[in-house]
C-alpha cells in the first residue's frame, strides 16, 4: 500500500486517523472561509459608511433618518418572514422563508415584486 498515512496502523486506526485529517482539513477550510467573510464584511462596511457620508453631505440627511429607516427596514422584514406562500404542487401553505415545500418537497416560487431582498 503507497500512500502518506503512518505505518503500522490497524484498520481502525487508520479510519481514526483519516477522520481527524479531514476534521483538520475541514477546519482549515473554514478559517480561510472565515479569513474571506471577514474581508468582504469590512469592504461592505467601509462602502456603507462612505455612501453614507455622501448622502448626508449631499442630501442632508441625518443619523436619526437613518435610524429611522433602519427601523421601518426591520419591521419589514418581521412582516416578510411571517408570510406565507402557497405551493403550486400540493396548495399547502409554507412559511416564505422556506425554499421548498415543507410538505411535498416542492420548489417554492417567491413573489419579488414586493421586495427584492426577500
Ligand atoms: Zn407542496
Known amino acids: 500500500?503507497?500512500?502518506n498515512y503512518p505505518k503500522g496502523l490497524t484498520t481502525k486506526d487508520l479510519e481514526s486517523y483519516k477522520q481527524s485529517r479531514t476534521a483538520s482539513l475541514d477546519a482549515g477550510n473554514n478559517s480561510s472561509r472565515l479569513n474571506i467573510l471577514e474581508s468582504q464584511f469590512d469592504q461592505l462596511s467601509l462602502i456603507n459608511e462612505a455612501l453614507w457620508e455622501i448622502m448626508k453631505k449631499d442630501k442632508g440627511w441625518t443619523d436619526k433618518d437613518l435610524l429611522k429607516k433602519v427601523q421601518e427596514v426591520v419591521n419589514l422584514?418581521?412582516?416578510r418572514a411571517q408570510s406565507k406562500l402557497s405551493c403550486n404542487?400540493?396548495?399547502m401553505s409554507n412559511p416564505s422563508i422556506k425554499?421548498?415545500?415543507i410538505y411535498c418537497?416542492?420548489?417554492l416560487v417567491?413573489?419579488?415584486q414586493n421586495s427584492p431582498f426577500s
Open 105 to 107: 418537497g416542492n420548489t
Open 77 to 79: 422584514r418581521v412582516v
Open 110 to 112: 417567491k413573489n419579488t
Open 1 to 3: 500500500m503507497n500512500n
Open 99 to 101: 425554499s421548498s415545500c
Open 89 to 91: 404542487k400540493c396548495g
